[in-house]
């Protein structure tokens, strides 16, 4: 595929970045804005791409990004949506292996630089789902405590995933 035609990547292509940014905010608008803004971004830089990926995933990495930087600016995070959810629209499942594996890792690595309490109220939160009721009681700190450790520790983790793009 010719890439210089960013009218033809479009056409192939957006309907998968739509759907991987739908999966995430579950409002259209919302997302029909940012895949425009993907490919603005991604027509800009498409001298960069040099094919060490598919372009899909190329192309829903930069979407990615997007997605964080409004997250960010409308405070608005979702930590637990970038663990497991990806999108259902024709993705091959090696693709999707892949872009679930990156988002993992940022997380993760993330996670592994918290201090050890907030590390476990978070990792009990998001990998055993447990309530902060039941984080409280393991602990042995109140539900309270554990609500407000892990609202401190996604502030963290915002923090140093905004620093590493």
């Known amino acids: 595929m010719d890439y210089s035609d960013m009218?033809?990547?479009?056409?192939k292509y957006s309907r998968l970045v739509y759907g991987f940014l739908y999966s995430h905010t579950h409002n259209a608008e919302?997302?029909?804005?940012?895949?425009?803004?993907?490919f603005l971004k991604a027509t800009m830089s498409i001298s960069r791409?040099?094919?060490?990926?598919?372009?899909?995933?190329w192309l829903?990495?930069?979407?990615?990004?997007?997605?964080?930087q409004e997250f960010r600016k409308k405070n608005h995070f979702k930590m637990a949506e970038f663990t497991d959810d990806l999108p259902d629209v024709s993705l091959s499942e090696g693709e999707a292996f892949v872009i679930q594996q990156e988002n993992k890792m940022e997380l993760y690595q993330a996670i592994h630089h918290l201090p050890e309490q907030e590390r476990e109220v978070v990792l009990y939160r998001i990998s055993g789902e447990l309530s902060f009721r039941e984080i409280g009681a393991i602990m042995g700190k109140s539900e309270n405590w554990s609500r407000t450790v892990f609202f401190r520790a996604k502030q963290k983790i915002r923090r140093e995933i905004s620093q590493n793009e």
């Open 7 to 11: 009218e033809i990547v479009y056409q």
């Open 30 to 38: 919302w997302s029909e804005e940012m895949t425009q803004e993907t």
């Open 60 to 68: 829903c990495q930069i979407a990615k990004h997007i997605l964080w």
């Open 49 to 57: 791409y040099d094919a060490s990926c598919k372009l899909s995933v």
